[in-house]
């Protein structure tokens, strides 16, 4: 599983080739500009010189820096520093030559304190970057929460971010994540969270459940990822976890429409069912269906169990990669009562399930 990590001095090359290589819209930036350093140095030197105190970075197994989390605590006391200390001592080392780099030349021109009007509810900013061998295995995910946690024990209330309005995956990402859109200047897209502090936290998680999630490369294309995700007979055929059959005794998928899922254990002598002695039974409405990419399902358990009760958010995301689909399932709002491993196992299963079902 690949380390996150705290920078170190060492990693600035690092740091320059991962936001090089992601810099056009999350894809490869090589070449585009006159001089590809000039992506680092607005978009990630100043803050790890800056604030190595909120730079992390993610190493494979092969001690390779593959991806970064990089922020400021306060964004007008950095974009002041940047315009006063940082940029004056870049600048000059670029000439004023193509239309992109132009671009971005006059962008590093204009920063300043004051111009993000989202910094007054959302003081914090942030910069992620990975690249694609460890994209959607949950490390963004963990990234994230390894900032959000020193952000609130610094009682920071807010962090915001920009993304390129091409970069679609990115823009999902941060909203499966809880981010909201915010008004946004013509070519961007800006998104913010708040944080609460540590008490809300707490009290905010004990209400709400918690969330897990889980992800999986499958090796074929994501309509036909979705098919499955969607079409009763498949359903049927991966869904179900080892040791359990299931039925529908209602079917309409449809944004909007609901089914209705009885599973029974083969054997509920080691697993006695949520609904029934050896049954979990289950009324899920379709909240959301984007084809191809997205469904989200709003699952209530039948039981007598108070721990069961309530509406667990199960959100499936498919985003294309190299050799596939990486399928996502976040689960929200998990009643207290589904512990904690067996459901982590339980999203495992369905996952192996799904690839066994569709790769040859």
């Not at 998928?253 to 609904?275: I, N, Q, W």
């Not at 358990?301 to 499936?316: H, I, Y």
């Not at 990669?321 to 709002?333: H, Q, S, Y």
């Amino acid at each position: 599983m690949p380390l996150i990590r705290a920078l170190a001095p060492s990693d600035e090359a690092a740091l320059i080739d991962v936001c090089t290589r992601t810099a056009d819209a999350g894809s490869d930036g090589t070449g585009i500009l006159h001089d590809d350093a000039l992506w680092a140095d607005l978009f990630a030197l100043p803050y790890a010189r800056r604030h190595p105190d909120l730079a992390w970075v993610v190493e494979t197994d092969d001690g390779h820096v593959t991806g970064y989390i990089l922020a400021t605590d306060d964004t007008d006391a950095f974009e002041q520093w940047f315009r006063d200390e940082w940029w004056p001592s870049r600048t000059s080392r670029y000439a004023r030559s193509g239309e992109r780099q132009q671009e971005l030349l006059r962008y590093g021109d204009g920063r300043g304190p004051g111009n993000e009007k989202q910094a007054v509810e959302y003081p914090a900013h942030l910069h992620i970057d990975l690249l694609p061998v460890v994209q959607g295995g949950g490390v963004g995910r963990r990234l994230i929460a390894t900032l959000l946690d020193e952000l609130r024990r610094r009682g920071v209330r807010g962090v915001h971010l920009g993304v390129d309005p091409q970069n679609v995956g990115a823009a999902a990402f941060y909203e499966r994540l809880g981010f909201e859109r915010l008004p946004s200047p013509e070519g961007s897209v800006r998104y913010g969270i708040r944080i609460a502090p540590v008490d809300d936290e707490r009290q905010a998680q004990a209400t709400a459940g918690r969330t897990d999630a889980a992800s999986l490369l499958i090796h074929t294309d994501q309509a036909r990822v979705f098919d499955a995700l969607t079409r009763e007979d498949a359903l049927l055929a991966w869904l179900p976890p080892r040791g359990m059959h299931g039925r529908f005794e209602r079917f309409d998928m449809r944004e909007g429409g609901s089914f209705r899922l009885v599973l029974t254990y083969d054997d509920a002598s080691a697993a006695p069912g949520k609904s029934t002695d050896d049954s979990d039974v289950s009324e899920t409405r379709i909240s959301a269906l984007v084809a191809g990419e997205r469904v989200v399902h709003e699952v209530e358990f039948e039981s007598d169990d108070p721990a069961l009760r309530g509406t667990m958010r199960m959100e499936w995301s498919l985003r294309r990669a190299d050799g596939g689909t990486i399928v996502e399932i976040v689960a929200r709002n998990v009643p207290s009562g589904i512990r904690a491993r067996d459901h982590a196992e339980g999203l495992t299963s369905s996952l192996s399930n799904l690839a066994a079902y569709l790769e040859p």
